[in-house]
């Protein structure tokens, strides 16, 4: 209450059944009493009748709540069936609660602290959740000594209705908000919020500090927010296609969030350094050599001659540009200009030791003036103690961040040009095949039909309903339906038992390799016998008679798809065998993928090169892969019933790809 | 001048021809003129006579300079003649010299002060050399501020006479500085700091950030003293022999330096957190899931039950111990006291946000008492902003840092829990095999022979004297000869054309597998005749027959050599093929190695796992790889004239391994 009397500029009512007044203000019975249009409820009330509370609110019309009581899904069972009813009730009545479980929220620009924090922020075009309350708390006390502001405040709690995605999606709308920052342990609804804050990083960055990356930090976030984090490689995979710019710590998420909030993005993804100082000038090079994403800008002709002309023996004119210890405000303002007219250069870092000719004042107002100039970002790093701190007020007037340590400096404009290159890219499309559904279902139909719910090999029409290449082949229950489909293929043929109680196949004699058509007939008779001999219970389906690969020139890759509870199907590529197996060389992408993201699949791999020819064999038709796996991508998206499924082999070669086998599992439950 | 007669305790004499009284003191012509014993002489006259005042310096028994005067190796030609002219006199002389082209030197023990900076720092335990002078006045006003002393500074300039491997030494032995912290941009001795830092490490933390770790960066650190840096692989791995501590950023640096200069060392890799904050108890938490050093300690069930005392409901007893948010000092009190006396326990991090009920100087009172009574480090992350500082303020009283982002706190555990296991590990003692040099010797001589100084597989026998397990076999001559050695093996043999001019033998058809005693004549003479054909000037050394291994259970590695312009003869291992190739699977070492650094070898390559029965196989004999390439190391230490080695592949099998075949090139001038 005393939060929200401070400065709020609407009408603060208090209701509480056992008061007439409170904070000298009168005091209502229940939200039904209230003579005002209630635009926002704060619910404070005790955990067993928050739900009475709310449920009134829905019969008066009040739409919005902030529920700060706790005791619901992060206690005991009790309160996990108080949040599932609350839940209930919010959608009754399409409510907007935040919480419960929180510390409330707060907009700066009509004054609003409807939390029970001791701080209020200072204003800001900055908007920040959290689903910690604690972690709230102490950025905003620290944050009003960084004199950073904030436009809104949301604490999530335990996001029993309005969650993380609602409100980047209410913030990309906010013409107040131009950065979105979050804290964030669990996403719930992992498709959505890839889709929502895409769309929303067109124009408004967000960075997203998840925490529960290891396994021990999972647990301790479950234990306090009774949120289920899920699988770190699907929110790694999520983050990516999500356009979210992900910070590490706490430190790089309010890097990324004070650069965003004040300077232009970067044109290039080169980045020109000045410096009077040689030794920061390679740390900040360094820096630069570790960013996935920066360059050392390479200077045109024009830009090292008129360089040239500025910067005395000992000095260096190619990047790091020195202009050495003696320099003025002067020889720095010339550098940087002339850097920044190269076409090559999208951004700048400015390093200044602590000398005798250099006024920090002065040097600050510069780097705003050339940033404006140039329509550039020029980060900071004017080294030093109090002369240092002058620095930093002067060039936050600016919006420009200054730092001690020259990697943090390069770690913000590596922020601005990740955004900005998220910002180049086109919104996320994935591609949508011609495929044959109806036949696809008859097929994962078949796996009722089963105890496990898994099919294998006798699935592999499943792939040529979504056009994925198959060898020719089909599986037999007779001799003479052998011979048949042996007839057909060129050349000799494999032929294996097919029954999804038998695993091991090749140790029990169950795979011919090479067969003859003379010999196709005896084959599949004696592969029969060996089945029943070795497990006289077992399912037998028929035999597999399929066209022998030729694998010179081919290699062995994998393309797979689980479901993660929070981002639902995972689409996963890397080579076959110890690739996958030992090296972990895996990639992995929230499915349905795009045309980009599956090519992005495909070169992240360590082991790429030896689809490329590495160890001289002809090039693998890359492009096949890239459709398989979006083809894939496609069927395991229209088939939610598919829990996994694994192709491994799909052999790659120059002519294309082929999908050797195939083995999924179906929640019959979903078809 | 003023520098050094502001605080320093001694006498300062100004010397210069031209004046009779400097600074109210009295100035002499030269230094052979002054009446004192000088201790030192501070050298800043122009770049073409400093070395005439050094040559006196020598003469009148001055045995200690500071040359501050640039002009040297980082200009051109001239200066680089200048700079040997000045290690000559040096060397005639026997003179410590720091510089030229630096800042200077600096003892706050002393009050001394002799640069040309503009502050002098304050008292303190770290003493810090620098590459980058200008790095220095930067690090110098801003630690001013952070409350940070320093007992020596050191500028090292071009190095042209001591560098930073003297300092350490130096340092090792001074009472006065408990941590040495470095700034470097090269490493001249590679083999010498690697011995020096080792043996200083016993007592004596050192904490290095090393830069141009990039191509770029290189380049540009080139650009400004002069000085080539070698390669970033060999920093790598002889800072990992060197036991020192490498920072990758200056924040880095002096995080692990405040923490190593303050509080007491863990006694085990564990780490216990105790939070009355969610959210930052799980950041922190992922940030020791990150580290490769530290672990969540796992409490005892004592422990836990203790701890289920003093903790309300909605808390955590596991680890991140969660006091919840209404907890005050005495609370946290226990906590951390339950926690600290488990065995498993050797660090904490307490981490508090801001709330109504903690007092920020009681909580870090309790922390520093806590510290001391279990003599165990704990960091501080008391969050917040002015009320911080307080914190700040209180725990630096006790050497304790606090910080504001929890994974910072835990960076600086980890620096202390590592420089600890350095401690723990035994000085590293390369193993000596008993060897035969002297036949060793005599083969690498026939690479007089050749014209390249090249050797392969007729210099096998370089292996056998050092008792690397090569294959049965010998080069041969004559069709006799060739079956007489066959004869000698049991079954089929290879047969190779032996010739530095052939390289590429397989596609000459140079290379004969499998080959029956009956065929070894005819074998022997086709080789001949193939390669006649091929390359009728080739120099044919005759033709190796040699066992037929067989490579079931078998995995190929390499063992390989080069030599560091720094760093001396650098040791690879690696899994054959792809792996070093295309997956860049390998690791290396400064020879010579230790047992101890060759296991690490073996373990640190991801694709290990293929030598311990990953695929099914039968494990390779592991501890023979490990001594191969020990013994490699041996022979390439023994012999600096061997410029580069491999031995491609070695095969490692469950009965031990065998050099198949070996490339090598020799500096016969160095034998």
Redesign the interface.
């Known amino acids: 209450m005393t939060n929200l009397l401070d400065e709020y500029d609407g009408e603060v009512v208090p209701i509480n059944p056992k008061r007439d007044e409170l904070f000298g203000l009168e005091c209502y019975e229940d939200l039904g009493q209230v003579p005002y249009t209630v635009d926002m409820a704060v619910v404070v009330v005790p955990p067993t009748i928050v739900n009475d509370v709310v449920e009134q609110a829905g019969e008066v019309g009040v739409r919005n709540l902030v529920i700060i009581t706790?005791g619901f899904g992060?206690?005991g069972s009790e309160g996990a069936q108080r949040e599932r009813k609350l839940k209930e009730i919010a959608e009754e009545y399409d409510l907007n609660i935040v919480g419960p479980n929180c510390l409330g929220i707060m907009n700066t620009g009509i004054g609003m602290n409807a939390t029970f924090g001791?701080d209020s922020p200072l204003e800001g075009n900055i908007s920040f959740m959290?689903?910690?309350?604690?972690?709230i708390?102490?950025?905003l006390?620290?944050?009003?000594?960084?004199g950073i502001g904030f436009k809104d405040v949301v604490s999530l709690g335990n996001k029993a209705v309005m969650d993380s995605t609602d409100f980047i999606e209410f913030w990309d709308d906010d013409p107040e908000t131009d950065v979105v920052i979050a804290?964030l342990?669990s996403i719930d609804e992992g498709g959505e919020f890839i889709e929502t804050a895409r769309e929303a990083s067109e124009d408004t960055p967000i960075v997203v500090?998840k925490?529960?990356?290891?396994?021990?930090?999972a647990q301790?976030?479950s234990?306090?927010?009774g949120a289920i984090a899920g699988a770190e490689e699907a929110y790694e995979a999520g983050f990516k296609q999500s356009g979210v710019l992900r910070a590490?710590?706490?430190?790089e998420m309010f890097d990324y969030a004070r650069a965003l909030s004040g300077m232009p993005l970067p044109d290039t993804e080169e980045i020109a350094i000045v410096t009077?100082?040689?030794?920061?000038?390679?740390?900040a090079?360094?820096?630069?050599?570790?960013s996935d994403v920066l360059e050392?800008a390479e200077f045109e002709e024009d830009t090292v001659e008129a360089l040239q002309e500025g910067i005395p023996?000992?000095g260096?004119i190619?990047?790091?540009i020195?202009v050495v210890?003696d320099a003025d405000v002067e020889r720095f303002e010339k550098a940087l200009d002339i850097a920044l007219q190269d076409p090559n250069v999208g951004s700048a870092l400015v390093l200044s030791?602590?000398?005798?000719v250099i006024d920090y004042e002065n040097l600050s107002d510069m780097v705003a003036e050339m940033s404006e100039k140039h329509g550039l970002p020029i980060a900071g790093c004017l080294?030093?103690?109090?002369?240092?701190?002058k620095a930093n007020d002067a060039l936050s007037e600016y919006g420009i961040p200054n730092y001690?340590?020259?990697?943090?400096a390069v770690k913000a404009i590596e922020g601005l040009t990740e955004y900005a290159n998220t910002r180049k890219e086109e919104i996320r499309e994935p591609t949508e095949y011609d495929v044959d559904r109806d036949r696809a279902r008859e097929i994962l139909e078949r796996a009722e039909e089963g105890e496990d719910n898994r099919l294998g090999v006798e699935a592999m029409e499943l792939l040529d309903a979504y056009d994925i290449p198959t060898p020719q082949g089909d599986i037999v229950d007779s001799p003479d339906e052998a011979h048949e489909v042996a007839a057909a293929i060129d050349g000799p043929v494999v032929m294996k038992i097919v029954s999804p109680d038998i695993l091991h196949k090749s140790d029990i004699g169950g795979v011919k390799v090479g067969v003859e058509q003379a010999d196709v007939r005896d084959a599949y008779e004696d592969l029969i016998t060996r089945a029943r001999n070795y497990q006289p219970d077992a399912n037998i389906l028929g035999v597999q008679v399929q066209e022998m690969i030729d694998l010179d020139d081919q290699t062995e890759t994998i393309v797979g798809m689980n479901r993660d509870p929070q981002f639902g199907p995972l689409v996963m590529f890397g080579l076959g065998?110890?690739f996958v197996?030992?090296?972990e060389?895996t990639s992995i992408r929230v499915a349905p993928v795009s045309d980009k993201e599956a090519t992005e699949m495909v070169d992240e791999i360590?082991?790429a090169?030896?689809l490329r020819g590495?160890?001289g064999q002809t090039p693998a038709d890359e492009d096949e892969i890239i459709e398989t796996i979006q083809r894939l991508s496609q069927l395991v998206t229209d088939f939610p019933a598919i829990l996994e499924l694994d192709i491994n082999p799909l052999v790659a070669g120059p002519d294309g790809v082929e999908a050797v086998d195939l083995r999924l599992t179906v929640d019959t439950d979903q078809l």
């Open positions: 706790a992060e206690t001791p959290s689903q910690s309350g604690a972690f708390t102490a950025v006390d620290w944050a009003l000594d960084e804290y342990e500090l925490s529960g990356r290891t396994d021990a930090a301790a976030a234990s306090h927010t590490n710590t706490v430190q009077n100082a040689g030794g920061p000038g390679v740390m090079t360094d820096a630069v050599g570790d050392m023996e000992g260096n190619y990047n790091p020195d210890g030791a602590p000398t005798a080294m030093g103690g109090e002369r240092a701190q001690f340590d020259p990697s943090q065998g110890i197996e030992v090296m060389d360590q082991a090169p030896l590495a160890r």
